[in-house]
């Protein structure tokens, strides 16, 4: 294992870099670790996808192309079993290729060549979403008809049923939540999930609405909980819903 350990962060589950070139993971690999986050490197997707499962980093930066398994298969394998953060690293600038990363449930997305500054920010970004800032104490549990959120802990439930939500859904659903009624535009939610002026396409909110949709919703097809504004963006409903 690489890495430097700092006094706040000494217990932290490392960062694992799945990145087949070794002189950008080493990159990346020396910028996290004068940032203060302890790491582990793979080279290939088989062995990365062996260190995300057995190792349970707290975020995995996951390159598209790999030898072995690919970063897509890898992202599919941990979306099936874990909610572990996932920002991905590519060649490729398409937005179809960020917006297919984004729906198998990456959170965030860089495209080579970039600034391992940058890339830096965006980790502290995610971890911040995943919840690694303090809630104050006794904040507000939120419910509506049988969804549940609670800010201290981070948990959202369907009639008493945990419900399992990547970073980025669960901010978005605290973001509307915590507002019933009020419509919220594209550009708000993407500021709440990209707080550094991040350049992302509108569609990624949409992305990560239908996804968290098929999650809470009794029919994402009609939705009751996060509902769509037109010409706008999405609000969450401030009518009352019965269980």
Same mark, same amino acid.
């Not at 582990?40 to 030898?67: C, F, K, Q």
């Given at each position: 294992m690489h890495g430097v350990k700092v006094p706040d962060m000494a217990d932290a589950a490392p960062i694992l870099i799945i990145e087949d070139d070794r002189n950008i993971a080493d990159l990346v690999r020396r910028y996290l670790n004068r940032s203060g986050y302890d790491?582990?490197?793979?080279?290939?997707?088989?062995?990365?996808?062996?260190? *995300?499962? +057995?190792?349970? #980093?707290?975020? &995995?930066?996951?390159? &598209?192309?790999?030898?072995g398994i690919d970063g897509w298969e890898i992202c599919r394998a941990l979306r099936r079993e874990s909610n572990v953060p996932i920002l991905m690293l590519t060649a490729r600038a398409e937005e179809m290729d960020r917006v297919v990363g984004l729906s198998m449930g990456a959170d965030d997305y860089v495209v080579k060549p970039f600034s391992p500054r940058e890339l830096t920010e965006r980790v502290k970004a995610i971890l911040r979403r995943t919840g690694e800032q303090t809630v104050p104490a006794g904040s507000k549990i939120l419910r509506h008809g049988a969804l549940t959120l609670d800010p201290e802990k981070r948990t959202v439930a369907m009639d008493g049923t945990a419900v399992a939500l990547t970073p980025s859904e669960y901010t978005l659903l605290f973001t509307l939540m915590k507002s019933p009624g009020r419509a919220y535009s594209r550009s708000d939610l993407l500021g709440s999930l990209y707080e550094h002026g991040e350049s992302v396409v509108d569609r990624v909110v949409d992305v990560h609405i239908g996804k968290l949709r098929r999650k809470i919703?009794?029919? *994402? +097809?009609? #939705?009751?909980?996060?509902?769509? &504004?037109?010409?706008?963006?999405?609000?969450?409903?401030?009518?009352?819903?019965?269980?």
């Open positions: 790491t582990l490197v793979a080279h290939d997707g088989n062995e990365g996808l062996w260190l *995300a499962t +057995s190792r349970g #980093p707290r975020l &995995v930066i996951l390159d &598209v192309m790999l030898p919703e009794p029919d *994402a +097809s009609q #939705p009751r909980y996060v509902e769509t &504004v037109h010409g706008i963006g999405y609000r969450f409903a401030d009518r009352k819903i019965g269980r």
